[in-house]
């Protein structure tokens, strides 16, 4: 069985996603947000540090920004969020609990450019689909990548749900300040004069 060894009490080892209870993981009931490739945390930080009364679970696959974020989250001492280093898109396919999450952060996925390795992209229809059922009705998908293709490739998929509708990116409320969301690879994108390319969706709500 797989096992990452905690470099802090914020780590959580994978074995404990099975059967996930989010009450369980964080010892409340408060409302759960997702971010999907966290890189160093400096999001992750900032909205958990704003949002002490929210749950944050962050995932990274790359183990040693997974390391760097852990440490990270452990030294400003914050005790609402986890670090998970897992394949993300298993994750929201087969273990996050349905009609649990408020928002799903995802910004800057790999975008695999070359044609033969799209196959390996995240955005598509399987993981969309689990993405509305793990969502509460009313709950927001926001998505940020760099890369103009795939950036319409998640447009495409994310429109083409019935379940889905389009919101304004720029929300404060969930960390976007005049559509800046200021991870680590936007900072750097702009720097680089790069165009950055936004979506947010909601999962609509029953009638």
């Not at 998908?141 to 304004?168: F, G, K, M």
Request: hydrophobic share 40%.
């Amino acid at each position: 069985m797989r096992r990452v060894l905690s470099v802090s009490p914020i780590a959580v080892e994978p074995v404990r996603l099975e059967d996930l209870d989010w009450a369980e993981l964080f010892g409340n009931s408060n409302p759960v947000e997702v971010e999907i490739g966290t890189g160093k945390a400096g999001f992750l930080l900032r909205r958990a540090q704003a949002y002490p009364e929210r749950n944050f679970l962050g995932i990274e696959w790359a183990n040693k920004f997974y390391r760097f974020a852990a440490d990270r989250l452990r030294r400003w001492n914050v005790h609402n969020v986890r670090m998970v280093r897992v394949d993300a898109s298993h994750f929201i396919r087969a273990q996050c609990p349905r009609e649990s999450l408020s928002v799903l952060h995802v910004y800057h996925p790999d975008p695999w450019p070359k044609k033969r390795h799209h196959k390996r992209r995240m955005f598509q229809k399987p993981f969309v689909d689990a993405t509305v059922a793990c969502l509460i009705p009313g709950g927001r998908c926001a998505v940020q990548t760099d890369h103009a293709e795939y950036y319409s490739v998640i447009r495409e998929v994310l429109l083409t749900h019935p379940q889905l509708e389009e919101v304004q990116f720029g929300e404060p409320e969930i960390g976007v300040s005049e559509t800046r969301v200021r991870t680590n690879f936007e900072i750097k994108y702009r720097h680089e004069g790069r165009e950055i390319y936004q979506i947010a969706v909601v999962r609509r709500k029953q009638i």
